[in-house]
Protein backbone atom coordinates (compact mmCIF):
# COMPACT_ATOMS: atom_id res chain seq x y z
CA UNK A 1 0.00 0.00 0.00
CA UNK A 2 1.51 3.12 -0.76
CA UNK A 3 2.17 5.29 2.12
CA UNK A 4 -0.31 8.60 0.99
CA UNK A 5 -2.57 5.99 1.80
CA UNK A 6 -1.97 4.76 5.31
CA UNK A 7 -3.78 7.63 6.91
CA UNK A 8 -7.07 5.87 5.39
CA UNK A 9 -6.19 2.71 7.37
CA UNK A 10 -5.90 4.15 10.54
CA UNK A 11 -8.96 6.50 10.08
CA UNK A 12 -11.25 3.38 9.32
CA UNK A 13 -9.79 1.30 12.28
CA UNK A 14 -10.61 4.43 14.41
CA UNK A 15 -13.67 4.81 13.18
CA UNK A 16 -14.59 1.12 13.44
CA UNK A 17 -13.12 0.89 16.77
CA UNK A 18 -14.46 3.95 18.18
CA UNK A 19 -18.08 3.09 16.41
CA UNK A 20 -17.94 -0.18 18.67
CA UNK A 21 -16.62 1.23 21.81
CA UNK A 22 -19.86 3.55 21.47
CA UNK A 23 -22.14 0.76 21.45
CA UNK A 24 -20.96 -0.86 24.79
CA UNK A 25 -19.65 1.85 26.79
CA UNK A 26 -23.07 2.46 28.70
CA UNK A 27 -23.19 -1.24 29.31
CA UNK A 28 -20.64 -0.65 32.69
CA UNK A 29 -22.56 2.07 33.72
CA UNK A 30 -25.97 0.90 33.61
CA UNK A 31 -24.75 -2.00 35.58
CA UNK A 32 -23.79 0.32 38.66
CA UNK A 33 -20.11 1.14 37.17
CA UNK A 34 -19.88 4.79 37.20
CA UNK A 35 -18.63 6.92 34.19
CA UNK A 36 -16.01 8.57 36.13
CA UNK A 37 -14.07 4.91 37.34
CA UNK A 38 -14.63 4.22 33.28
CA UNK A 39 -12.37 6.96 32.79
CA UNK A 40 -9.90 6.08 35.12
CA UNK A 41 -10.03 1.97 33.45
CA UNK A 42 -9.64 3.98 30.12
CA UNK A 43 -6.02 5.66 30.83
CA UNK A 44 -5.26 2.50 32.29
CA UNK A 45 -5.71 0.67 28.74
CA UNK A 46 -3.77 3.22 27.37
CA UNK A 47 -0.55 2.53 29.08
CA UNK A 48 0.00 -0.96 27.61
CA UNK A 49 -0.88 0.44 24.02
CA UNK A 50 1.53 3.56 24.72
CA UNK A 51 4.43 0.72 25.79
CA UNK A 52 3.78 -1.47 22.90
CA UNK A 53 3.72 1.78 20.35
CA UNK A 54 7.08 2.86 21.52
CA UNK A 55 8.18 -0.91 21.59
CA UNK A 56 7.12 -0.59 17.63
CA UNK A 57 9.75 2.44 17.64
CA UNK A 58 12.49 0.42 19.73
CA UNK A 59 11.34 2.83 23.11
CA UNK A 60 12.47 5.95 21.52
CA UNK A 61 10.70 8.59 23.50
CA UNK A 62 11.17 12.35 22.38
CA UNK A 63 12.17 14.45 25.45
CA UNK A 64 12.96 17.59 24.51
CA UNK A 65 10.83 20.23 25.55
CA UNK A 66 8.95 20.86 22.70
CA UNK A 67 7.71 17.08 22.67
CA UNK A 68 6.67 17.42 26.23
CA UNK A 69 5.11 20.40 26.31
CA UNK A 70 2.97 19.69 22.67
CA UNK A 71 2.09 16.19 23.66
CA UNK A 72 1.04 16.91 26.99
CA UNK A 73 -0.94 19.60 25.83
CA UNK A 74 -2.77 16.82 23.35
CA UNK A 75 -3.07 14.84 26.68
CA UNK A 76 -4.45 17.65 28.74
CA UNK A 77 -6.90 18.83 25.95
CA UNK A 78 -8.60 15.49 25.61
CA UNK A 79 -8.69 13.75 28.85
CA UNK A 80 -9.38 17.35 31.06
CA UNK A 81 -12.21 17.34 28.01
CA UNK A 82 -14.08 14.01 28.69
CA UNK A 83 -13.41 14.98 32.74
CA UNK A 84 -15.69 18.55 31.81
CA UNK A 85 -18.07 16.24 30.10
CA UNK A 86 -19.00 13.96 33.24
CA UNK A 87 -19.94 17.74 34.97
CA UNK A 88 -21.96 19.30 32.19
CA UNK A 89 -23.84 15.58 31.99
CA UNK A 90 -24.43 16.04 35.49
CA UNK A 91 -26.35 19.48 35.18
CA UNK A 92 -27.50 19.50 31.38
CA UNK A 93 -29.19 16.91 28.82
CA UNK A 94 -27.48 14.81 27.34
CA UNK A 95 -30.27 15.28 24.38
CA UNK A 96 -28.31 18.93 24.00
CA UNK A 97 -24.83 18.18 25.27
CA UNK A 98 -24.10 15.67 22.93
CA UNK A 99 -24.83 17.93 19.65
CA UNK A 100 -22.79 20.62 20.96
CA UNK A 101 -19.85 18.71 21.59
CA UNK A 102 -19.70 16.55 18.48
CA UNK A 103 -18.80 19.87 16.62
CA UNK A 104 -15.61 19.85 17.63
CA UNK A 105 -14.40 18.95 14.08
CA UNK A 106 -15.74 22.11 12.84
CA UNK A 107 -12.89 23.96 15.31
CA UNK A 108 -10.39 21.35 13.89
CA UNK A 109 -11.25 21.80 10.46
CA UNK A 110 -11.20 25.60 11.02
CA UNK A 111 -7.65 25.99 12.40
CA UNK A 112 -5.95 23.13 10.46
CA UNK A 113 -7.54 25.01 7.13
CA UNK A 114 -6.54 28.70 8.64
CA UNK A 115 -2.92 28.01 10.54
CA UNK A 116 -2.01 25.01 8.73
CA UNK A 117 -2.88 25.74 5.22
CA UNK A 118 -4.38 22.01 4.40
CA UNK A 119 -6.54 21.99 1.13
CA UNK A 120 -7.90 19.04 -0.41
CA UNK A 121 -10.57 18.87 -3.64
CA UNK A 122 -13.94 20.18 -3.76
CA UNK A 123 -15.91 16.76 -3.54
CA UNK A 124 -14.25 16.59 -0.41
CA UNK A 125 -15.47 19.42 1.04
CA UNK A 126 -18.54 18.36 0.11
CA UNK A 127 -17.90 15.36 2.45
CA UNK A 128 -16.84 17.42 5.32
CA UNK A 129 -19.56 19.64 4.55
CA UNK A 130 -22.14 16.81 4.85
CA UNK A 131 -20.24 15.01 8.01
CA UNK A 132 -21.10 17.92 9.89
CA UNK A 133 -25.08 18.07 10.36
CA UNK A 134 -24.48 13.79 10.51
CA UNK A 135 -22.60 13.64 13.44
CA UNK A 136 -24.70 16.47 15.23
CA UNK A 137 -27.57 14.36 14.67
CA UNK A 138 -26.08 10.91 15.01
CA UNK A 139 -24.96 12.23 18.48
CA UNK A 140 -28.93 13.39 19.23
CA UNK A 141 -30.33 11.60 21.96
CA UNK A 142 -34.20 11.80 23.01
CA UNK A 143 -34.97 14.20 25.71
CA UNK A 144 -34.76 12.76 29.22
CA UNK A 145 -37.59 13.71 32.01
CA UNK A 146 -34.89 15.39 34.09
CA UNK A 147 -34.55 18.99 32.78
CA UNK A 148 -31.40 21.15 32.94
CA UNK A 149 -30.79 23.19 35.75
CA UNK A 150 -29.79 26.68 34.48
CA UNK A 151 -26.87 27.43 31.66
CA UNK A 152 -23.69 26.23 33.16
CA UNK A 153 -23.73 23.34 31.59
CA UNK A 154 -23.81 24.88 28.25
CA UNK A 155 -20.68 26.35 28.53
CA UNK A 156 -19.41 23.38 30.12
CA UNK A 157 -20.19 21.59 26.66
CA UNK A 158 -18.80 24.46 24.45
CA UNK A 159 -15.47 24.24 26.57
CA UNK A 160 -15.53 20.51 25.57
CA UNK A 161 -16.03 21.23 22.28
CA UNK A 162 -13.05 23.65 21.81
CA UNK A 163 -11.02 21.60 23.65
CA UNK A 164 -11.58 18.32 22.02
CA UNK A 165 -11.04 20.81 18.58
CA UNK A 166 -7.96 22.35 19.20
CA UNK A 167 -6.92 18.76 20.64
CA UNK A 168 -6.72 17.51 16.93
CA UNK A 169 -5.11 20.35 15.27
CA UNK A 170 -2.30 20.38 18.05
CA UNK A 171 -2.22 16.73 17.60
CA UNK A 172 -1.63 17.08 13.84
CA UNK A 173 1.04 20.04 14.55
CA UNK A 174 2.41 17.60 16.87
CA UNK A 175 3.11 14.37 14.60
CA UNK A 176 4.61 16.68 12.26
CA UNK A 177 8.21 16.51 13.78
CA UNK A 178 7.33 13.91 16.75
CA UNK A 179 6.77 10.49 16.06
CA UNK A 180 3.28 9.58 16.82
CA UNK A 181 4.29 7.03 19.75
CA UNK A 182 5.74 9.50 21.56
CA UNK A 183 2.49 11.55 20.91
CA UNK A 184 0.51 8.48 22.25
CA UNK A 185 2.71 8.41 25.03
CA UNK A 186 2.58 11.77 26.46
CA UNK A 187 -1.34 11.46 26.15
CA UNK A 188 -1.41 8.05 27.90
CA UNK A 189 0.84 9.95 31.07
CA UNK A 190 -1.88 12.86 31.08
CA UNK A 191 -4.55 10.47 31.02
CA UNK A 192 -3.27 8.75 33.92
CA UNK A 193 -2.49 12.00 35.90
CA UNK A 194 -5.27 12.99 35.96
CA UNK A 195 -7.13 9.80 37.12
CA UNK A 196 -6.99 11.05 41.30
CA UNK A 197 -9.45 13.85 39.25
CA UNK A 198 -11.57 11.60 38.05
CA UNK A 199 -12.03 9.23 41.41
CA UNK A 200 -12.31 12.46 43.74
CA UNK A 201 -15.22 12.93 40.93
CA UNK A 202 -16.85 9.62 42.02
CA UNK A 203 -20.24 9.60 44.20
CA UNK A 204 -19.25 6.63 46.28
CA UNK A 205 -22.43 7.62 48.60
CA UNK A 206 -23.45 5.05 45.66
CA UNK A 207 -23.38 1.68 45.63
CA UNK A 208 -20.17 0.63 42.93
CA UNK A 209 -20.70 -3.03 41.08
CA UNK A 210 -17.63 -4.49 40.97
CA UNK A 211 -18.53 -7.50 38.84
CA UNK A 212 -17.29 -8.77 35.54
CA UNK A 213 -19.72 -6.17 34.08
CA UNK A 214 -18.34 -3.33 36.10
CA UNK A 215 -14.53 -3.03 35.84
CA UNK A 216 -13.60 -5.58 33.89
CA UNK A 217 -15.77 -5.38 31.26
CA UNK A 218 -14.95 -1.80 31.06
CA UNK A 219 -11.35 -2.39 30.56
CA UNK A 220 -12.38 -4.55 27.30
CA UNK A 221 -14.24 -2.01 25.94
CA UNK A 222 -12.29 0.92 26.62
CA UNK A 223 -9.13 -1.09 25.58
CA UNK A 224 -11.33 -0.24 22.23
CA UNK A 225 -11.42 3.16 22.78
CA UNK A 226 -7.43 3.48 23.42
CA UNK A 227 -6.34 1.61 20.28
CA UNK A 228 -8.72 3.80 18.57
CA UNK A 229 -7.16 7.19 19.95
CA UNK A 230 -3.53 5.70 18.72
CA UNK A 231 -4.87 5.11 15.44
CA UNK A 232 -5.87 8.30 15.09
CA UNK A 233 -2.44 9.50 15.95
CA UNK A 234 -0.89 7.82 13.34
CA UNK A 235 -3.75 8.74 10.60
CA UNK A 236 -3.16 12.64 11.41
CA UNK A 237 0.34 11.94 10.97
CA UNK A 238 -0.04 10.46 7.54
CA UNK A 239 -3.29 12.31 6.44
CA UNK A 240 -5.01 15.69 6.73
CA UNK A 241 -6.68 16.61 9.65
CA UNK A 242 -9.27 18.40 7.61
CA UNK A 243 -10.44 15.00 6.59
CA UNK A 244 -9.55 12.53 9.10
CA UNK A 245 -11.73 14.25 12.06
CA UNK A 246 -14.70 14.89 10.55
CA UNK A 247 -14.54 11.07 9.14
CA UNK A 248 -12.96 9.72 12.50
CA UNK A 249 -16.35 11.71 14.45
CA UNK A 250 -19.08 9.70 12.04
CA UNK A 251 -18.04 6.35 14.41
CA UNK A 252 -21.48 7.01 15.70
CA UNK A 253 -22.77 5.66 12.33
CA UNK A 254 -21.27 1.78 13.59
CA UNK A 255 -22.90 2.74 17.33
CA UNK A 256 -26.17 3.50 16.16
CA UNK A 257 -26.19 -0.09 13.70
CA UNK A 258 -25.15 -2.22 16.30
Known sequence: MKPSRFWLVFALVTTFFWGV????????????????????VWALTMVPCALIALG?????????????????????????????????LRTGPAYLVFPII????????????????????????????????????????????????GFGWLALAIAVAL???????????????IPAESVFFYMMATAVVL??????????SRPVFWGFKGPWLAALVQSLNSIGALSLVYALR?????????????????????
Open 102 to 149: SLYPVVSVFLSAMLLKERTTRRVWTGIALAFPAVVMLSYQPPSERGPH
Open 21 to 40: WGAFIEVPEKAGFPATLGYS
Open 163 to 177: MWGVQAYVMKVSTAK
Open 238 to 258: HGKAIVVVPMTALAPVLTVVL
Open 195 to 204: VPVAIGMTDF
Open 56 to 88: INDFKLHRDRRAVVLCSIVGFLGAGGQLILFQA
